[in-house]
């Protein structure tokens, strides 16, 4: 395991103007490769198609 996404799409207080939270975490071996990236753009898609 490289890293997690984890995706917040219900709206709390503090995010609810945005939409949601996206956040990230990469295992300190496998940062600055790239890794980061292609998880938030893979999550950015999830949060997406969940519903409002």
């Keep these: 395991m490289l890293g997690r ?6 709206p709390t207080p ?8 996206t956040g990230h975490d990469v295992r300190p ?4 490769q790239g ?8 999550g950015r898609g999830i949060g997406r198609a969940l519903p409002a």
């Design 29 to 32: 071996g496998a940062r600055r």
């Design 14 to 21: 503090v995010p609810e103007a945005a939409g949601g939270h």
């Design 5 to 10: 996404v984890a995706v917040r799409h219900r």
């Design 35 to 42: 890794y980061a990236a292609a998880m938030l753009a893979a």
